[in-house]
């Protein structure tokens, strides 16, 4: 990839033999990968044997491991130079309130000489309901669901590790991922099946990032973050939830979803849609413009429904 067109630019000769693992290496992490030039050494954990001939098809290392079995993390210490966390915490508990992964993956990281940089893949769901307002890296956390309040706790271990490290660790605050090119990606499926939502008087704000510019914010935080930081990962988009499938259902010229009110909402939609349904807010995204220097590809999901780039 020319360096003019690498969201790195050009880099130093002493960054070429550097070693990026990506914890977590599923839409999201291949878009890192495949954007890291090639002179870099990209590592990726898997805990899928099936999955190996993929990876190597895409320059990676592979690297079998599972972060539910701390012993065969063993070979990470040491391994990179730069580390890329974006394994969600476990799910499987809904009373689990801690993500022993991440501590798993931190305890291996120690063992050996320490990464130069590290940055973790959190979620916008850590503020919680915000009532609509605009919302930045300083808000109030107030996580309302387990998955939540597990990421606020995985974003506690990680920043805990660079301070007593002094690894430079940076966190992202990811909201709604979409890409044309992403499984489920795009609200067609959901459209198709008339799935209803919010009358506006009852709707939410969501905020939203396309994944290719996550890959890129990934990739500026792992070489231009500042250290021990939160990061809003977001476009500019400002739109309530219901009209952000007005929007797409227009781009894709099928029929408007049905308006509910929240009491029919609750009664007709299942458990997980109806926690996205809970929580207003509007990302501020200034601080990842202005310390990351991320310029958006897609700045607004219209640009990124239609495949626009800026």
């Not at 301070?163 to 966190?171: D, M, Q």
């Not at 919010?198 to 290719?212: G, K, N």
């Not at 996550?214 to 500019?236: E, F, H, T």
């Amino acid at each position: 990839m020319p360096s003019n067109l690498n969201p790195l630019g050009a880099l130093p000769a002493r960054f070429r033999r550097q070693r990026v693992l990506i914890v977590g290496c599923g839409d999201v992490g291949l878009r890192v990968a495949r954007q890291l030039p090639p002179r870099l050494k990209v590592i990726a954990l898997t805990s899928s044997a099936e999955r190996l001939p993929a990876l190597r098809r895409d320059r990676i290392t592979p690297l079998l491991g599972n972060l539910d079995d701390a012993a065969t993390l063993r070979r990470l210490a040491g391994l990179a130079t730069r580390v890329v966390h974006l394994a969600p915490p476990p799910s499987h508990d809904p009373n689990w309130r801690d993500d022993p992964r991440t501590l798993a993956l931190l305890r291996a990281l120690r063992l050996r000489s320490l990464p130069q940089s590290l940055v973790y893949g959190s979620t916008s769901g850590v503020y919680g309901d915000c009532g609509g307002e605009r919302v930045d890296e300083t808000w109030r956390l107030s996580p309302n669901t387990p998955r939540s309040q597990r990421r606020v706790h995985a974003e506690g271990q990680v920043r805990l590790f660079g301070r007593a490290s002094a690894t430079p660790v940076h966190v992202l605050r990811i909201p709604g991922i979409y890409a044309t090119d992403r499984e489920g990606g795009t609200p067609r499926a959901r459209l198709l099946r008339g799935t209803p939502v919010l009358r506006r008087e009852d709707d939410v704000y969501t905020s939203h990032i396309h994944a290719d510019d996550l890959a890129r914010a990934c990739l500026a935080a792992l070489w231009r973050g500042k250290p021990q930081r939160i990061s809003n990962v977001c476009d500019d988009t400002q739109l309530l939830m219901g009209d952000y499938f007005d929007l797409a259902a227009d781009l894709y010229h099928l029929p408007r979803p049905p308006r509910v009110g929240r009491s029919t909402a609750n009664e007709q939609l299942p458990l997980m849609l109806l926690s996205f349904m809970s929580e207003s807010r509007r990302l501020d995204n200034q601080r990842m413009k202005k310390e990351l220097g991320l310029a958006l590809r897609y700045p607004t999901v219209s640009d990124g429904l239609c495949g626009l780039r800026s």
